[in-house]
């Protein structure tokens, strides 16, 4: 029965067994002690003592993307500036996606590929020296939509400065 059950699932997920599988399975056991897997990050080290170099070990994933960390010194590693750039966009997507006279369905993601292709890279990579420009690009946009123009007639300011808006976060943040 146990055999039986075997067939089955090997029939259904699995393919059939090769050769070449052997040698392959002796090879990952006797690098068991080259590989160290960090389970709680999913961080694969091949490089320990003792590695054998020019091996190829092929790991898959059930993540469909790859997450990149902002580097020291990026608009993304820095809290109130990430922060700042997503209030911004935020702003950007209520205003555009109530667009009366909008023609399409809004794409609440065409505004960050638009940034990417302007600056050249993801806007939490991109580095501090370009925060000014990306506000003032972000700032720009926000100002033409209809609510904007709406707002600006009626007195009343789309976004808030930097400035103010880290202060007012301080704020929220100290109650």
């Given at each position: 029965m146990?055999?039986?059950?075997?067939?089955?699932?090997?029939?259904?997920?699995?393919?059939?067994?090769?050769?070449s599988d052997a040698?392959?399975?002796?090879?990952?056991?006797?690098?068991k002690r080259m590989v160290e897997i960090?389970?709680?990050s999913g961080n694969v080290v091949v490089d320990s003592p003792g590695a054998i170099v020019g091996r190829t070990i092929?790991?898959?994933?059930?993540?469909?993307?790859?997450?990149?960390?902002?580097?020291?010194?990026?608009?993304?590693?820095?809290?109130?500036?990430?922060?700042?750039?997503?209030?911004?966009i935020s702003r950007y997507n209520e205003f555009?996606?109530?667009?009366?006279?909008?023609?399409?369905?809004?794409?609440?993601?065409?505004l960050s590929k638009n940034i990417e292709h302007k600056f050249g890279?993801?806007?939490?990579?991109?580095?501090?020296a370009a925060f000014a420009d990306l506000c003032t690009y972000l700032q720009a946009r926000i100002d033409k939509t209809r609510f904007a123009k709406l707002n600006?007639?009626?007195?009343?300011?789309?976004?808030?400065?930097?400035?103010?808006?880290?202060q007012e976060m301080q704020s929220r943040t100290e109650r």
């Open positions: 146990l055999e039986e059950m075997k067939v089955v699932q090997a029939t259904r997920f699995g393919r059939p067994e090769q050769a040698i392959f399975a002796k090879l990952l056991l006797n690098a960090t389970n709680n092929n790991l898959s994933t059930s993540h469909k993307s790859v997450h990149v960390h902002p580097a020291a010194g990026t608009i993304g590693a820095d809290q109130n500036a990430s922060r700042y750039i997503q209030h911004l555009a996606s109530k667009e009366p006279t909008r023609a399409s369905k809004f794409s609440y993601g065409a890279a993801q806007w939490k990579l991109l580095p501090m600006k007639s009626n007195g009343h300011s789309s976004y808030s400065s930097f400035t103010k808006y880290t």
